[in-house]
């Protein structure tokens, strides 16, 4: 059965009354540089097994891009209830709409949608068309369409753990991450798949036979390997 809050105000009791673990792991002076070296080899489902067991209160945040359902397959096998956030900008391509419906009916996604408070159309009617990239004013965009959502997104929830499909082989900023990394809103970040390749990525979605989108747009990023500004905030 289908999990879908549009508002983000669906009941989080199932994560966030759980007792954290008995063992601190993930916190504010957390050695995240000893965690990377012990997972460095280890398999992304070990690196999700060992998060579940000491995360709190953990989010998915997805964009449900190409490749993106590998991530969200594995991410959600040790824990099916766990929350997935979504930033609807109002942008995406009608086969993106359609992807995401198929993808949280086949997964069971436990879906939050977060919508901007300006709509697309409203956007689209006030300032005109999307603004050229490293702008102020597509900066501005950025903010409108996808930051503030996710901000608002990660305030409501308060997670602790903040899981994101990342790899070392999409940007040269990323390359600079690893797979447990300090992250905004007071939270670290783990990217289970991070040191593993596209093909390897294409692999895992061929071997269990998930359908991917092959038709999508991210209006904040422009251009495949740029950031849209997410990793880049610091609180």
């Not at 408070?117 to 102020?136: E, F, N, W």
């Amino acid at each position: 059965m289908r999990r879908y809050s549009r508002t983000g105000l669906m009941s989080i009791n199932t994560v966030a009354n759980l007792a954290p673990s008995q063992e601190s792991v993930f916190h504010s002076k957390a050695n995240l540089p000893a965690l990377n070296a012990r997972f460095a080899e280890d398999k992304p489902s070990d690196i999700m097994r060992f998060t579940i067991e000491h995360a709190r209160n953990p989010v998915v945040f997805t964009n449900f891009r190409p490749l993106a359902v590998a991530f969200l397959h594995l991410v959600t096998q040790p824990r099916k209830d766990i929350p997935v956030i979504w930033v609807d900008h109002g942008f995406n391509t009608p086969a993106t709409y359609r992807h995401i419906e198929n993808i949280v009916e086949l997964l069971d996604l436990n879906l939050h949608v977060y919508s901007p408070k300006m709509s697309a159309a409203h956007y689209t009617a006030v300032h005109g068309a999307i603004p050229p990239l490293d702008t102020p004013q597509h900066d501005l965009f950025s903010r409108i369409v996808k930051l503030e959502p996710f901000n608002r997104a990660m305030q409501e929830l308060q997670p602790d753990i903040w899981l994101n499909g990342i790899r070392h082989d999409q940007n040269a900023h990323r390359q600079n991450l690893d797979i447990f990394t300090f992250g905004s809103h007071g939270t670290v970040r783990v990217a289970p798949m991070f040191h593993l390749t596209e093909l390897d990525v294409e692999e895992y979605i061929f071997d269990r036979d998930l359908p991917d989108n092959h038709d999508y747009f991210d209006p904040t990023k422009g251009e495949e390997h740029r950031e849209c500004g997410l990793l880049l905030q610091t609180s």
